[in-house]
């Protein structure tokens, strides 16, 4: 059982974003106009995928990333996006980063 159920109930809302396959599609997406949409309404977009927004989940953004030097310098392309949920439970709120960047698996910790 979880010891901090408000904070549970506000991951389970964005595990089921997270988890939902048109989810994976729109992030696998390179289109950029697609990555536009989702940076000007990205709560809008994933509504239009058919991605329920859970009541705990009361905003959403989508920052686009710059490639890490290191994974550039080694050609890795792909991700670089950062999705922010904030999340609010009773009278408790909380910001959740879902985070995807190039990286080689072989990159030092303190990268």
Do not use: Y
Not at 8 to 27: I, T
Not at 41 to 50: E, M, N, Q
């Amino acid at each position: 059982m979880a010891t901090d159920p408000e904070l549970a109930q506000g991951l389970r809302a964005v595990q089921r974003v997270l988890a939902a396959p048109a989810f994976v599609e729109l992030c696998a997406d390179t289109d950029q106009e697609v990555r536009k949409a989702c940076r000007e309404d990205p709560a809008g977009t994933l509504r239009a995928r058919g991605i329920e927004l859970k009541p705990e989940i009361r905003r959403v953004e989508l920052r686009v990333r710059h490639t890490p030097p290191l994974a550039r310098q080694r050609g890795l392309r792909g991700g670089n996006f950062e999705w922010r949920f904030h999340l609010k439970v009773e009278e408790r709120s909380w910001r959740l980063i879902h985070l995807c960047d190039a990286w080689p698996l072989d990159a030092p910790e303190d990268e």
